[in-house]
C-alpha cells in the first residue's frame, strides 16, 4: 500500500515535497508482480484511513511489512513516529523507498529481506519492552500483506503471541494488517457464522480481533478479483486457551477438517484406529461437546474444553499427541497396495 497524509489533514510530522507514488512508480519503471500477489494501493486518502487504525502513532516505534512503492509509509511517516523500520523483499522497491528516507532523516530503517525468516525480537529497542500485563508497548505493526503471504504469517505471528517471542518479546505488540476479504470475515467470524473456520479460533483464542473496514479492490493497482479488510489484532493479556500452541491447532484443525459433518467426525482423526470410537466419545463427554453439532457452532469455551481434555488423554497417554491420522492413512494405503500387487504376483 502508498502513503502520503490527505489533503487539509494537520500531519503530526510533515515531509518535505515529493514525487507522487505514481511517479515513483514511473520512475523505477514499477510493476505490480502477479506471482507474487502484489497491489498497490495509491489513494492518499485510504493509506492514511488504515494507518489510523493502529491508533495513536506519535513517537511510536512500527514495522511495516511489504512496503512496496511506499504508499502507507508516507502517511506512517505522517503520523509523527520516532522510527520506521521497512522489510521489503522485492529488491526493486528499494530505491523508491531510500527516497522516503532521505525526506525522513533518522527514522527510517530499510532491510532487504522476507518477513517469513526476518529475526523480530531485535527489531526494536529493548528500553520500549512492557510486561505482558502492562499496556501494550508504543510498537506497532503494519502492512498491506500480499495475498499469498498474509495467512502463513498471521499463523506464525499469533504463535509467536502464544509463546511472548518474536514481535511479542516487547509485550502485547499490536498489529494493522491487510488480507482477503474473506479471510478478514473469518479471523473475525462468530460462533455460528458459515466464515467460522481454523482462522477465527487460532486469531481469536490469543488476540482481540477487530474488522475496521474494507478496501474495494478497485482502489489497488492492478486492481484484485477481491476486495481487502482491514484487520487490527491486540494481542490478550490471558490466552482463552491455555493450552501450547501445537496442541491447539492440532485439536482446531481436525474439528474442521470436516467442517460440513458433524464435529464428532473431526475429533476421530485425533486418536489411532485402534480405540478411536471408545476415546473420541470419551473426549467429547469430559468436554461436555455435542457431538452433532457442526465445527462452525462451537464456542470458543468449547474448543477450550476439548483442548484442556485432549491435553489429560495426551498425559496419560504421551504417544497420542504424535500420532497423524494422515500417516495413518498412508500407511493404510502402502500396505493395501503391497497386498493387491503380491496377490496378483500370486495368480501369474
Known amino acids: 500500500l502508498c502513503v502520503m497524509a490527505a489533503p487539509g489533514k494537520v500531519a503530526a510530522f510533515r515531509l518535505p515535497p515529493l514525487p ?7 520512475l523505477f519503471r514499477l510493476k505490480a508482480l502477479k506471482q507474487l500477489s502484489q497491489n498497490f494501493l495509491l489513494d492518499l486518502r485510504l493509506t492514511d484511513k ?20 511506499g504508499g502507507i509509509t508516507r502517511s506512517i511517516l505522517s503520523a509523527g513516529v520516532e522510527q520506521l523500520l521497512l522489510i521489503e523483499k522485492d529488491a526493486r522497491f528499494i530505491p523508491g523507498l531510500q527516497i522516503l528516507s532521505e525526506a525522513a532523516p533518522g527514522k527510517v530503517h530499510i532491510v ?26 508504543n510498537i506497532h505493526i503494519i502492512g498491506n500483506l500480499p495475498f499469498s503471504v498474509s495467512t502463513p504469517l498471521i499463523i506464525k505471528w499469533l504463535e509467536n503471541v502464544s509463546k511472548r517471542d518474536g514481535p511479542f518479546i516487547y509485550g502485547r505488540t499490536q498489529m494493522t494488517l491487510t488480507f482477503q476479504k474473506e479471510v478478514g470475515e473469518r479471523l473475525t467470524a462468530n460462533p455460528g457464522s458459515k466464515q467460522r473456520s481454523r482462522l477465527s479460533i487460532m486469531a481469536q483464542h490469543l488476540c482481540t480481533v477487530e474488522n475496521c473496514f474494507v478496501i474495494p479492490g478497485q482502489a489497488f493497482v492492478p486492481k484484485p478479483e477481491v476486495d481487502v479488510a482491514v484487520v487490527h489484532f491486540t494481542p490478550l493479556v490471558q490466552p482463552k486457551i491455555q493450552q501450547p500452541f501445537e ?40 468436554a461436555n461437546v455435542d457431538p452433532t453439532l457442526r465445527p462452525f ?3 470458543m469455551s468449547q474448543f477450550r474444553n476439548l483442548c484442556n481434555a485432549y ?6 497417554d504421551p504417544s497420542l499427541f504424535v500420532f497423524n491420522y494422515r500417516e495413518e492413512l498412508r500407511q493404510k494405503k502402502m500396505t493395501r497396495n503391497v497386498l493387491e500387487q503380491t496377490e496378483e504376483e500370486n495368480q501369474l
Not at 115 to 137: C, G
Not at 273 to 278: A, D, I, Q, V, W
Open 311 to 316: 491435553r489429560k488423554m495426551c498425559d496419560e
Open 297 to 299: 457452532q462451537l464456542s
Open 20 to 26: 507522487t507514488i505514481g511517479e515513483i512508480i514511473r
Open 247 to 286: 496442541l491447539v491447532e492440532k485439536v482446531v484443525q481436525s474439528v474442521f477438517q470436516f467442517r460440513r459433518k458433524y464435529c464428532f467426525r473431526g475429533i476421530e482423526t485425533l486418536f489411532p484406529e485402534n480405540g478411536r470410537l471408545k476415546r473420541t466419545e470419551q473426549l467429547m463427554m469430559t
Open 50 to 69: 488504515i494507518v489510523k487504525q493502529a491508533g495513536e502513532l506519535k513517537n511510536a516505534h512500527v514495522c511495516e511489512v511489504g512496503p512496496g512503492p
Open 112 to 137: 532487504h529481506g522476507d518477513i517469513l525468516t526476518y529475526k523480530m525480537e531485535k527489531a526494536f529497542p529493548k528500553h520500549l519492552k512492557k510486561n505482558w500485563e502492562d499496556e501494550p508497548p
